[in-house]
Every structure is written in structure tokens, then in C-alpha cells.
């Protein structure tokens, strides 16, 4: 079936819903509107509004909620507007959600997941095109998941409801137009990933490129280009991050000697850092260059007409 990545979402959401009565959604506008981007589409008109629930403009009561939900037995799935109206939620998020397992020596589980459409590339407003994956990444207690594609957007929001886990998880919005052909019973009976492994997306010998969400097409492009002037990139996609698939990276660092990490949110303290950190430790004795990162700059979100110059493109990785 040839869906969009707004549409396997959606189709995931539905499942779940189907497959499990505890499983209910809320968030601003996911019902009658179906979302600012239509990914709860006629989910309310099939389901009812005690399932697809129209809450508040209140972020913090949402997941707060959605907490209390997850302590009486059911697998609230909550959505985030956008990006950067997460930040009103993140006391609930980091020192509610995140701890609760720990807290009770893992006699109380908090199965949420939180989807918060990420990044920028759409020519939105300011707080509408944030990357704030890195602030989650570093809590413990949470998973961190981002897919790049249809397939894995179905995939990963069906694993992430079956986790007993908190979920964060982040949906590049400028790739929710992409359509590509998804086997969704195929991948129903176990034809995809593990929801913490990361995918070799190209084969390559000269440098691996690492990258996640929005940016996996534009590395996939790059590699493109590289081959037309004869070099080859391994291109991955990272999908989890957090926890991260460090062994796949090593693996392709092992074979490539050299290491680009790409994400849309700035170079200072973000995922890449970590990324370097461990592949230099693993991998010190392989690397023929230090690696480096491509990201956005260290800067407040720009104006839309600037936001090309701020994401990473083709040529930022292929001069990296």
C-alpha cells in the first residue's frame, strides 16, 4: 500500500486502537480537526471522544493526565502540537514520567508515548521548529525514537505503545508528505527492526554517515552525489536515540575509517557529541580523521526564509 508518513501513522494509531482497549490518544485538535496535520485524521469519528480525546491548550495537563492514565492501566498516546510547546510538559515529562520506575523499584510502569512533531523545513513561525531531542536523550527513564520514512514511522509507533516504557517520540513534520509502498502486515508479523536498533541505509567504503529523522533523506542525497563523483558513503539511520546502536556504528566506522554525524539541531551539546565521544573510544585505532558533525548552527531558530542557510544540506555533509 503506497501511504504518506502522515498516513502510516495514522494507520498505526489506528491498529492500536483496534488491537487494545486501553490505548487512548489525546491532544489539541487530534479529533474533530484530526490534527494540525491531519495524523489523527477520522480517528475520533471511529473510535468515539472518550478514546480520541480533544484536551486543553495545556501541555503540562496533558501529560500530567496522561500520567495518572498510565498508573490506572491504560497506554495513553499523547501528541505534542508541535516542538516547541513540549517545553511547558517537560517538568511532567523529565521528573514524573521518566522517573516513576525507578522510583518504585519497578513495581509501577508508566507506558505513555508522547508524539511531538519535530524540526524544521515547513517555513513555519517561531516555536514551531524545534529540535529538542537532545534535552530528552539525556534523561533516564526514557526512550528517545525518531523514524525517516513511512515504514518505520508504522513500525516504531506500534512498538513504542507495546513498551512498558515512556516514549518520546519525534516525527520529522517536513518528511510527513513523503509516500513510499509499506507492507503493514508484513511488518505486523515481525518484518521490521527492533525499536533500539539502527538501519544500514546504503552500503559504502569511504566514510559512514550517521543521521536520524528529517535528515536520513538528506544524507541518502548526498550519498547520491558522492557516488556520481565516484566516493562511497554508508549512510545510517540511526532510529532510536536513545538507547543508541553504537555497535552498528562501530561496525560500519571499523570498515570506513571515518564518521559524520548529521541532525538538524545544534552542533553545541547535541547528539553528535555523544555519538563522537563513544565511536573515538571504540573505534580509535580506525578512524583516519576525527569526526565531525554537521548540524544547525548555534542560534535560535531563524525566519523561514532563512531556514535553508541553518539546515544541514547535501554540501554541508559532502565538504564535512
Known amino acids: 500500500m503506497k501511504t504518506t508518513f502522515a498516513g502510516a501513522i495514522n494507520f498505526g494509531l489506528r491498529r492500536a486502537l483496534e488491537d487494545d482497549p486501553k490505548v487512548v490518544l489525546m491532544g ?8 494540525v496535520f491531519r495524523v489523527t485524521d477520522t480517528l475520533q469519528k471511529d473510535f468515539g471522544n472518550n478514546r480520541v480525546i480533544d484536551t486543553p491548550l495545556a501541555e503540562s495537563g496533558i501529560v500530567g493526565t496522561a500520567f495518572g492514565m498510565a498508573l490506572r492501566g491504560l497506554r495513553p498516546v499523547c501528541e505534542i502540537q508541535f516542538d516547541g510547546f513540549v517545553y511547558p510538559a517537560f517538568d511532567q515529562i523529565v521528573c514524573q514520567v521518566a522517573k516513576i520506575h525507578f522510583r518504585t523499584q519497578g513495581k509501577v510502569v508508566a507506558p505513555i508515548t508522547i508524539r511531538i512533531p519535530c524540526g524544521g523545513g515547513i517555513g513555519s513561525v517561531e516555536h514551531h521548529s524545534e529540535s ?4 530528552f536523550a539525556h534523561t533516564a527513564g526514557l526512550r528517545v525514537v525518531s523514524p525517516s520514512n513511512p515504514a518505520d514511522a508504522y513500525l ?3 512498538q513504542s505503545i507495546e513498551l512498558d516504557d515512556p516514549v518520546i517520540f519525534f516525527e520529522p513534520k517536513r518528511r510527513y508528505w513523503d509516500k513510499t509502498d509499506v507492507d ?3 511488518l505486523d508479523r515481525g518484518g521490521g527492526l ?11 567504503e569511504d566514510a559512514t554517515v550517521v543521521a536520524y529523522g528529517g535528515t ?16 562511497s558513503l554508508e549512510v545510517i539511520d540511526l532510529r532510536s536515540l ?3 546502536d553504537f555497535d552498528t556504528i562501530e561496525t560500519s566506522v571499523r570498515k570506513t575509517g571515518r564518521l559524520i554525524v548529521v541532525h538538524e539541531a545544534p552542533v553545541f551539546g547535541g547528539l553528535g557529541e555523544e555519538i563522537a565521544d563513544r565511536i573515538t573510544k571504540r573505534c580509535f585505532y580506525q578512524l583516519e580523521a576525527p569526526v565531525l558533525r554537521v548540524g544547525g548552527f548555534d542560534i535560535p531558530y531563524p525566519p523561514a526564509k532563512l531556514e535553508r542557510h541553518h539546515l544541514p544540506d547535501p554540501d554541508r555533509i559532502l565538504a564535512a
Open 28 to 35: 489539541e485538535d487530534i479529533g474533530r480537526l484530526g490534527g
Open 132 to 135: 529538542p531531542e537532545a534535552y
Open 156 to 158: 516504531m509507533i506500534r
Open 184 to 186: 503493514f502486515d508484513l
Open 194 to 204: 527492533a525499536l533500539d536498533r539502527a538501519r544500514v541505509c546504503t552500503s559504502g
Open 216 to 231: 536520513v533523506a538528506t544524507a541518502l542525497t548526498a550519498a547520491d552525489i558522492a557516488a556520481h563523483e565516484g566516493h
Open 242 to 244: 536513545s538507547p543508541i
